[in-house]
Nanobody, 123 residues
Framework: VQLQASGGGLVQAGGSLRLSCAGS????????RGWFRQAPGKEREFVAA????????YYADSVKGRFTISRDNAKNTVYLQMNSLKPEDTAVYYC?????????????????WGQGTQVTVSS
């Protein structure tokens, strides 16, 4: 399984970005996917996750109401729509895929990680 994240960039506070995470491998549609982020000097943290069917979605409190995760299994892609961006959202954003069980909020639950995409929000 390979994951390719894209869509990051520089945006002013209050703006929007849409991240994409394209997956390769025929088993993509059977597994959950998550987004995490890591700001300079900080630990990687959970942002959002979606189950394989999309029937359950999870968000960190800090992004609820502003970010929306979705997936298109036909395109093997998961999206993160980010609105009302704040400077504190600045980080490298990573997508990840989990194969087994485990809590969607926890980093160790994920088996595959993509390279990050930088999101910078200016004030």
């Amino acid at each position: 399984v390979q994951l390719q994240a894209s869509g990051g960039g520089l945006v002013q506070a209050g703006g929007s970005l849409r991240l994409s995470c394209a997956g390769s491998g025929r088993t993509f549609r059977y597994y959950g996917r998550g987004w995490f982020r890591q700001a300079p000097g900080k630990e990687r943290e959970f942002v959002a996750a979606i189950t394989r069917t999309g029937d359950s979605i999870y968000y960190a409190d800090s992004v609820k109401g502003r970010f929306t995760i979705s997936r298109d299994n036909a395109k093997n892609t998961v999206y993160l729509q980010m609105n009302s961006l704040k400077p504190e959202d600045t980080a490298v954003y990573y997508c990840a895929q989990k194969i087994g069980g485990g809590n969607y909020y926890y980093i160790p639950s994920y088996d595959y990680w993509g390279q990050g995409t930088q999101v910078t929000v200016s004030s």
